[in-house]
């Protein structure tokens, strides 16, 4: 016993020093630098409207008159009024509700006055007096049609207007007029309510009222210094009170951690309660490092107290787990159920908060087959702006993401070698140790595509420039990295350093294109050089003189293979309010900060994009440009990260429901840095988020400047051998992700898509979020991110089998089946019914790999069949819009027992002919049938036929062998080398 | 040595080659090197190399499908080039461990005719590059993928690479000359260590005798001197003078003591409140909003903090406190020489003047010899004691005896060091003894690196400031390298390397002590081609010197490296 106990302690001690050193805050987001809902006037005035609303028998001072009703072309227009106290006039409020062709309704609600100018700025600003009205021009692109057929019902009760829109007008909007508010129906059932709770709140124009001057009234003569400072104090408590009973604290003047928001406009908000009756899901409205899922904000046990918030900001070491506030917003949302999908998008660049809680109603034990249900209340605020909302019914995900994506553009086709692996660091050091790790890649066999460098290439931080003494010869070094089709991405942000000297600098005070503060003057402001300027994107001069900086000419030493990364641009601002812009900075046009904020970043990469456009006359290739801060329509001009995360198991983690958010919210070319930015993994970590970073759309290796070398082949072995492995599938499976691209880029589908998305009818993994498919492919990865795994649990949602795809185990039922995972192994299965197409010899560039040959690994379903898509292009030009591509669709048919190459191209133009020549000769080396059934064995041929062979070769006799399934293993079989062109239509008959 | 295995290659291959033709009329397949040209002979069919078992139609030797699970099939394309470990796992076609799943050839032969043959990896093979490196003929892409064309440029290759090789055999040589002179310089210098560890023993010994006898000497001073009493000139005179001005300026000297004690006092309270503030703003700063001159000064702190620097010595502070303490309580008494009193050595020395002369003598003599051995019986207070000054004669004696002692112990420890010099590992032939202290530098980026053999690596910025240090020379390893070779010969190549590892350098922000592995190669100079930061502070130097040519190595690595 004595001695049992003795042997306890030292286990005791070992576990409190490893607890102990898992609570080092080592490194920690610093909270005190951003504001909770209560640090920001307008949230926490319309918190606590929420919450005075809710206790008392609230009534919504907002009414639509219906006199001011006019339905024309599609569009609802009419005058909403805002009543205030007694005495004070109604506060009119334009209303337009439009219905779209797509079944898509717009919701606009404005302030009139300030519309018309009719208001007065305070401190002499020169600021804009309407309510910001642009966002849509930087965010939409299409989707716009006016619905025709929409019409007003002409059944509707009193005081109410109905509209019925949508294909075949299945969809309705039910328009309350008072209290103001619109259920939308689809198929007759709500799904959206808007001003269900009565919290529409507009803030709108007033005076301020400055403090009745009583002081100077008792202060006759010269009394007690005391008797004056008690009447002052008295002063401030009634203010504080207000006299409507308002809490005007915050109304026109807010100061957090040392800056002062002037507020001229004083207080704007718009904010409107939207709720999802019978939904227990909501997705969307990145980016946060929280769940796929969305918990609840309003406090209980393991909720979040505080609001989602979107506000782009530079947040240094974010934690998990949060609503908090990161480097991008896309305020759109949607809410699942079994059968029906719906969303709002929210368009408004301002800074926003959404709260969001779920009411359940259990179900009453008496009454038998009525269950409980729960409806998920949001409630969104932002501080300036129009009320400017997007509904969508659905009624499934991809409808959603495909009318998202109408309306804010898709992601635009990468480059191929876009889609590979890229090797970043902060930072490589000197050109030779750029060329010095592109060829230790080659030594060790492991395939990359893209070096980066980070903010120490340049000269004193001076983008545009290189460091003469560490950057000699830059030139060479792309012509180095171009001999394998490998490409450089160097990184330019929007601060430019306020120096003598510096012609760029120079020029943006000349032509007067950064953004200036509040007196009008050039906003001057810190970050990574020191003095810094922004550039105001903004400003379509700005892009016009941006445009220019990069051709060959002006940013020498870069070439048609240097790409460009885009960061800090929320902006970043190391001595500004929350580490950004004051917001009373002014953009072009007199457009207040407030109003633009989170569409700032999108301005600049979008202006990047533009100048990788025109680098060189005639020189037209897909840009890349990766960028950190985002909004709705980014997608159009490039890829995201999820900035700087840790190197810890928990980022790792939260990676997976980052990037899937992303995914379905438009988004879809995104990851999260690999190996963790901050920090230095373990060998078994740095393996584990190789093995997960391949299943990122955007696959980058990334490392802090303080952190030791992690570049692949330096782990050593089994580390390196293992990470290889990780890469090479990536590269294998290439052309099957580039095909996901293509979906995304046509139809807005996510790259890697959540569990729900795949299967919108299996309740129970609606909420799934720790494995993903890969675009339409049946691929289902379940990466490893706990320490020390040797297997990981699987969700398998239907009743398909499911393959291993390194050795064909067959995993079948739905729920949970444990899969080996050991180190070296990537728990990885393919869905029965699909073609993956892959190419299998391992190259040192994907560049290299265009004109390898293609296997085509065909998954038989339970029934026996199997489809797939494969999308192929010249990885580079544009050319592909017109025509010059290769899309073919892969089907088996159990029944017929033969193999299809079908075309899914529209129209052969001259270009497609030329690329299709091009092309030729690049052919299906393989096919493998897995789950093979067993009538094959003993089959030593097939027959391949292809159109367009010479009649005597119209009938081929190939090789096929079969292999029989063995314990768990499925049997499978190959055809040797068919020798069919990709291009090509062919069948090869099993029969 | 790379060079040395290309030359060997170079003389090897084109017998190779003839052999092979000689043996083989029919062409070789593609990509077939002559070692494995036996496995192509036959006409009718193909043997999996690896795997006797599978026998395929000549046909399908390279025809762009993979058929052997050794990958034999395919020597001339890129059909095979999955196979690897590296690869991605996939199913085996049987049973696992039946067949050989490894590349049975190296890679695809270039015949680089005009130049040296080579193998190239099956994954370079029709990717649409032309790898003139490995195959300078050009024909690893024969397919033209993509419409690639790449010409032959084996003459013109061929054609420099000789004239390399000429300009690396003629710098080997030179370089192979200028070891075995280092070598001799090593020996000579070996010889002068040894010859001075003769010379040194016997100066030890001559030193020891004269020690022995000056110990000797002093002792029969000393007891000469015991019975000597000794009296100040002109009593309470001299000594009483010097006394007090002694006391005035000890006072003195204990005041500004304390003063400038105080003042110490003052300043490390100043700098534990700065180092405090320092401290604080090192873990509070923003590093990600590294604004230059923050991390300037974060760096420097860092570096400031890393340095050791001895804390306040407490037995220091504490002997400072007993100087400061009055006099009183300490052992001087002012007022014994201020009024001095009679002895009663005085009494005896006047109790002899009653005497007549020759009895004086014989008593003092007498008495002298009684009070030696009083004394040296303790019986007797000893005159001399520590507050009383020597004589010069027992001075003069054991300052000639310390002098002499001071000597020998110079000489023993410099034996000591020399000695274990020679047991020191210099290195293959102890070359690097004639290149000890020798420095090379080489500027990269914006630092200027310096490596001083067996001695310390330091890094100096280009723009200013202080150096640092990036390691001082621990020991002698050899270790495996594999590294291209550039066409001047300035490169590690591909094998065991002897290397000096250096440690212990200044601290690194956020990281280890700097450390160095100074990897050397063969060169016919002394010079350092390349510096790498590995990680964090962590160094690697490739260094060319004659000192390391014409070696073997790691068949001489040293037994004691680990230490």
């Known amino acids: ?991 | 040595m790379g060079k040395y295995q290309l030359s060997s290659l170079a003389l090897l291959l084109p017998l190779l080659t003839i052999c092979a033709n000689a043996a083989s009329e029919a062409p070789r397949p593609r990509g077939v090197g002559p070692e494995f040209a036996k496995f192509y002979k036959d006409a009718e069919s193909f043997t999996c190399i690896s795997n006797p078992s599978i026998k395929l139609e000549v046909s399908r030797l390279n025809d762009d499908y993979c058929d052997c699970p050794d990958g034999s099939d395919e020597p001339g394309t890129a059909a095979c080039s999955y196979i690897s470990p590296l690869s991605p796992a996939q199913p085996s076609r049987v049973k696992t461990g039946q067949f050989n799943e490894t590349l049975a050839l190296p890679g695809y032969y270039c015949k680089n005719k005009g130049h040296l043959p080579g193998y190239i990896p099956f994954t370079n093979v029709n990717d649409g590059v032309c790898d003139y490196e490995l195959c300078c003929d050009g024909s690893d892409e024969w397919e033209g993928v993509g419409g690639v064309k790449c010409e032959d440029r084996c003459a013109k290759i061929g054609k420099e690479w000789r004239k390399q090789d000429e300009a690396r055999q003629k710098s080997l040589t030179a370089a192979n000359k200028r070891r075995k002179e280092l070598v001799v310089e090593a020996g000579r210098l070996r010889k002068e260590v040894e010859d001075r560890i003769l010379t040194l023993q016997t100066q030890i010994q001559s030193q020891e005798i004269k020690t022995e006898a000056l110990t000797k000497s002093l002792a029969e001073v000393e007891r000469q001197e015991k019975g000597k009493v000794i009296k100040g000139a002109g009593k309470g005179g001299k000594v009483t003078v010097l006394a007090s001005l002694a006391k005035d300026r000890i006072q003195e000297l204990v005041d500004n003591l304390s003063r400038v004690k105080d003042e110490r006092e003052t300043a490390r309270t100043r700098i534990e409140e700065l180092e405090a503030i320092l401290k604080r703003f090192k873990e509070e700063y923003n590093p990600n909003f590294n604004d230059e001159g923050v991390k300037r000064a974060v760096k420097a702190w860092e570096d400031y903090a890393a340095q050791e620097r001895p804390g306040p010595d407490s037995a220091r502070d504490r002997d400072l406190e007993e100087i400061l303490k009055p006099d009183s309580e300490s052992a001087i008494k002012w007022e014994e020489y201020e009024a001095p009193e009679e002895s009663d050595v005085d009494v005896l020395y006047k109790f002899e003047e009653y005497l007549p002369d020759p009895v004086r003598k014989w008593v003092d003599h007498k008495l002298r010899d009684l009070r030696i051995l009083l004394i040296e019986n303790g019986i007797l207070a000893d005159p001399h004691t520590s507050d009383t000054p020597e004589s010069q004669a027992v001075a003069s004696a054991r300052e000639q005896l310390a002098g002499a002692t001071r000597e020998l112990d110079a000489d023993k420890s410099e034996l000591q060091k020399h000695r274990e010099d020679l047991d020191k590992d210099y290195g293959p032939d102890s070359v690097f003894r004639a290149l000890q202290g020798h420095c090379v530098e080489q500027d990269s980026g914006e630092y200027t690196y310096e490596h001083c053999f067996l001695d310390k690596t330091t890094q100096k910025p280009k723009k200013g400031g202080g150096h640092t240090g990036m390691g001082n020379f621990v020991r002698i390893e050899t270790i495996a390298v594999d590294e291209d070779l550039p066409a001047d010969g300035k490169g590690l190549g591909s094998g065991v390397r002897w290397a000096l590892v250096y440690e212990g350098g200044q601290h690194c922000w956020n990281g280890p002590n700097r450390s160095t592995m100074v990897v050397l190669a063969c060169a016919e100079k002394d010079e350092m081609w390349k510096i790498v930061e590995q990680e964090k502070c962590v160094y690697r130097m490739e260094v060319g010197t004659p000192a390391v040519c014409g070696i073997k190595e790691g068949k001489e690595a040293p037994v004691h490296s680990e230490l």
């Open chain 1, 1 to 991: 016993m004595m001695f049992t106990t003795a042997a306890r302690w030292p286990a005791v001690f070992l576990l409190l020093s490893a607890l102990c050193t898992l609570f080092v805050p080592a490194v920690t987001v610093k909270h005190e630098n951003f504001k909770t809902c209560d640090q920001s006037g307008f949230c926490k005035r319309n918190r606590q409207f929420a919450d005075d609303a809710a206790a008392s028998s609230w009534t919504s001072p907002y009414a639509l008159d219906p006199a001011t009703i006019t339905f024309k072309n599609g569009q609802l227009s009419g005058t909403v009024f805002k009543t205030l106290k007694e005495g004070e006039a109604q506060v009119r409020l334009p209303l337009t509700v439009t219905f779209l062709e797509s079944g898509v309704a717009r919701v606009t609600l404005d302030e009139e006055r300030r519309l018309k100018g009719d208001v007065d700025l305070r401190h002499g600003s020169q600021a804009r007096k309407e309510r910001y009205n642009e966002a849509g021009k930087w965010a939409l692109v299409g989707g716009l049609k006016v619905a025709d057929g929409a019409a007003l019902s002409e059944k509707a009760e009193a005081g109410y207007t109905k509209v019925f829109y949508g294909d075949a007008g299945k969809h309705q909007a039910v328009i309350r007029h008072a209290p103001f508010g619109i259920e939308f129906q689809r198929d007759g059932e709500t799904q959206i309510k808007f001003n269900d709770r009565g919290l529409l709140n507009m803030e709108h124009w007033r005076q301020k009222v400055e403090p009745p001057p009583k002081e100077e009234e008792k202060k006759e003569g010269d009394e007690e210094n005391k008797d004056e400072e008690k009447t002052e104090e008295k002063v401030e408590e009634k203010k504080d009170e207000g006299p409507k009973g308002e809490d005007e604290s915050t109304w026109w003047e807010e100061t957090f951690g040392g800056n002062t928001d002037s507020k001229p406009r004083g207080p704007e908000a718009a904010a409107l309660d939207i709720s999802f009756p019978g939904y227990e899901h909501v997705f969307g409205i990145p980016e946060h490092a929280t769940r796929l899922s969305l918990k609840t904000t309003r406090g209980g046990d393991g909720n979040y107290k505080e609001p989602y918030r979107l506000y782009n900001a530079d947040v240094f070491e974010y934690e998990m787990d949060s609503p908090m506030t990161l480097y991008g917003a896309i305020p759109f949302m949607q809410a699942h159920r079994k059968g029906s999908t719906v969303g709002v998008f929210w368009l408004n660049a301002a800074e926003t908060w959404v709260d969001v809680v779920k009411s359940k109603t259990t179900a009453n034990p008496l009454a038998l087959g009525l269950k409980g249900h729960t409806d998920i209340q949001t409630h969104w605020i932002s501080e300036s702006g129009l009320l400017d909302v997007f509904v969508f019914l659905g009624p499934t995900p991809q409808d959603l993401t495909r009318q998202y994506g109408e309306l804010t553009g898709y992601t635009a086709m990468p480059q191929s070698f876009a889609i590979a692996y890229h090797q970043c660091r902060w930072n490589y050091v000197t050109d030779e140790d750029v060329k010095d790790v592109d060829r230790k890649f080659d030594k060790f066999n492991i395939p990359y595509d893209v070096i980066w460098l980070d903010i120490e290439y340049t000269h004193e931080k001076k983008y545009f420039t290189w460091d003469p003494l560490t950057f000699v010869n830059p030139t060479k070094m792309h012509k180095h990295l171009d001999k394998r089709e490998r490409k450089l991405v160097a990184i330019i942000d929007p601060h430019i350093k306020n120096t003598n000297d510096y012609p760029v600098i120079d020029e943006l005070k000349k032509k007067g294109l950064a953004v200036k503060n509040k007196d009008g003057g050039d906003y001057e402001g810190w970050c990574w050089p020191g003095s810094s300027m922004w550039i105001d994107c903004f400003n379509p001069a700005a892009i016009t003189w941006w445009k220019g900086l990069f051709k060959y000419d002006s940013f020498k030493g870069t070439a048609p293979n240097t790409f460009i990364w885009n960061d800090m641009n929320e902006p970043s601002v190391f001595n500004g309010p929350e580490t950004t812009m004051p917001k009373d900075n002014l953009h072009h046009d007199n457009w207040e900060h407030r109003d633009v904020h989170n569409i700032n970043g999108m301005t600049f990469h979008n202006a990047t994009y533009e100048a990788m456009l025109e680098r060189k006359k005639g020189e037209i290739r897909r840009p890349f440009v990766l960028t950190r801060a985002f909004y709705s329509g980014s997608q159009r001009v490039g890829a995201m990260w999820t900035g700087d995360n840790l190197a810890e198991w928990s980022h790792l983690e939260a990676s997976i429901p980052m990037v899937l958010n992303q995914g379905i919210s438009g988004f879809p070319f995104s990851g999260a840095d690999v190996g963790g930015f901050f920090g230095n993994p373990s060998k078994e970590l740095l393996t584990r988020w190789y093995q997960t970073g391949i299943f990122y759309p955007f696959f980058r290796g990334h490392a802090h400047i303080d952190t030791r070398r992690r570049e692949p082949y330096i782990a050593g072995s089994p580390y390196t051998e293992i990470i290889t492995q990780a890469l090479r599938l990536r590269y294998q499976l290439l052309p099957a992700w580039y095909t996901a691209f293509h979906e995304a880029a046509t139809i807005g589908a996510p790259i890697i898509r959540p569990n729900f998305y795949i299967h919108p009818e299996d309740e129970k993994g609606f909420a799934v979020d720790d494995q993903l498919y890969v675009g339409s492919t049946g691929l289902l990865a379940k990466p490893v991110t706990k320490e020390g795994a040797e297997s990981v649990s699987v969700y398998i949602a239907d009743d398909q089998p499911y393959y291993n795809y390194f050795d064909y185990t067959v995993y079948q039922g739905a729920g949970q089946h444990t899969v080996p995972a050991p180190l070296d192994t990537i728990p990885l299965l393919m869905q029965g019914g699909h073609v993956i197409p892959r190419r299998d010899r391992p190259r040192r560039s994907s560049g290299l790999m265009k004109f390898d040959p293609f296997t085509l690994v065909v998954v038989l379903d339970k029934d026996g069949n199997a489809a797939g898509t494969l999308y192929v292009d010249d990885g580079e030009t544009f050319d592909y819009q017109q025509g010059a591509y290769i899309h073919r669709r892969f089907s088996f048919d159990g029944k017929r027992n033969a193999l299809t190459s079908t075309n899914l191209h529209p129209r052969a133009t001259v270009k497609t002919d030329a690329y299709l020549k091009t092309m030729a000769k690049v052919r299906v080396e393989k096919v493998i049938v897995v789950g093979a059934p067993k009538a094959w064995k003993g089959k030593s041929q097939v027959v391949v036929s292809e159109e367009g062979a010479k009649e005597s070769a119209r009938k081929r006799q190939v090789g096929f062998e079969y292999y029989e399934s063995s314990g768990k293993k499925a049997a499978w079989a190959v055809v040797r080398d068919p020798k069919v062109a990709i291009g090509k239509g062919w069948k090869i008959d099993f029969s």
